[in-house]
Nanobody, 117 residues
Framework: QVQLVESGGGLVQAGGSLRLSCAAS????????MGWFRQAPGKEREFVAE???????NYADSVKGRFTISRDNAKNTVYLQMNSLKPEDTAVYYC???????????WGQGTLVTVSS
């Protein structure tokens, strides 16, 4: 069974940092893009960041310069380093994998990030 399991969420004060991890199991995601989406209360799920197999990255404008995505292909793991967190970053963060970010084939269960002001 293919699974993506996120960890690292929690409560942090504004200006603080968190590092999310997403471990894939059940298959290799060789050649796949892996990324992060988030869904705030009452809002639609939105794209946050992605990294292709070759290492190309893209970020939502709202997180550029504050968040950094990385991946360890040998470990089938993707990370999201989040710095200078803001209350508006509060959301459930989901890991995703697919040929492209518009063709997500596997979703994680989500991890909650809460940023207090």
């Amino acid at each position: 069974q293919v699974q993506l399991v996120e960890s690292g969420g929690g409560l942090v004060q504004a200006g603080g940092s968190l590092r999310l991890s997403c471990a894939a199991s059940g298959r290799t995601f060789r050649g796949y893009t892996m990324g992060w989406f988030r869904q705030a209360p009452g809002k639609e799920r939105e794209f946050v960041a992605e990294m292709s197999w070759s290492g190309t990255t893209n970020y939502a404008d709202s997180v550029k310069g504050r968040f950094t995505i990385s991946r360890d292909n040998a470990k089938n793991t993707v990370y999201l380093q989040m710095n200078s967190l803001k209350p508006e970053d509060t959301a459930v963060y989901y890991c995703a994998a697919g040929p492209t970010r518009r063709d997500v084939q596997v979703w994680g269960q989500g991890t909650l990030v809460t940023v207090s002001s």
